[in-house]
């Protein structure tokens, strides 16, 4: 007598070996490394309309601060970018694929092991191309020539933009091109027309002594023998003289190696120090 259990079944075998990756666990994962990318896209691909029109609208909000609103001028809105973006990267990429999905449907957590570095990737490359885009740009400071307003080794923000509609004033704090194509930050302290001249440190500019509680001195380290006396120098039109705030060992204006800076090789004003050695913020005046 056959078997009640068994009749009217078949069984089939195969020799294939099952998929280890349900497709819909793999689309989420797929959802998961592309919502970094673009914050909401992720989400769209695998048809949550509704989060992922809500995550890319926080994200073109976050742009909205670069430009044209140019909220990175001040260290409060570049902090509010950065944190803004590295926290909407991991959101974006831990909600698609996790959040509200039926467990068959998650992928294993382990992939949070690549994913969360990802968001914190894209989100620096976020920032970098969006305060790029908007005129601003980061320089490490490798030397002691601005210390102690500028500590070596510190990040400074840069405005690249200023001064299309605005012209550079005596105390602005400086990033030029010099001849050998490389990026200097000093201070500008001579104006085209004037004459400058150092005596003892002090300097004046026609005649009359400017103050400067910027100034520091460390002798003993100087690029020239001594730096504190020099001209008087008549600062031809277009140029500006340039000096570092440590004044014993900046290699500036006052070395016949540099001289006066053409006012056209500015490439923009030094807005504040954020991060360096101390992840110190401070505003440049």
Known sequence: MADPTTTGMSFVTSSAPPDPVPRKSGEMLLAGFVSPLVPGLGHLLVKRYLAGSVILVLYCALLLTCWPLRLPSQGAGMLVLIFGM??????????APYVHQ???DKPSRWWLVLLVPLALVAAAGHVHWATLAAGF????IPSVSMEKTVPQNSRVIVDRWYYDKRTPQRGDIVVFLNADEIYVLKRLIGMPGETIEGRKGVI?????SISEPYVIHSKGSGMEPDMD????VKIPPGKM???GDNRDISLDSRSSMVGPVDIAGLRGRALYVLGGPRQEYKKLE
Do not use: E, N, T
Not at 137 to 140: C, K, M, R, V
């Open 137 to 140: 740009q980061a320089f490490s």
């Open 229 to 232: 006396d020099f001209g008087p």
């Open 86 to 95: 590295i926290a909407l990267c991991i959101l974006a990429a831990v909600h």
């Open 102 to 104: 039926r467990h068959d």
């Open 241 to 243: 003289f340039l000096m």
């Open 204 to 208: 004046f500019i026609d005649g009359k």
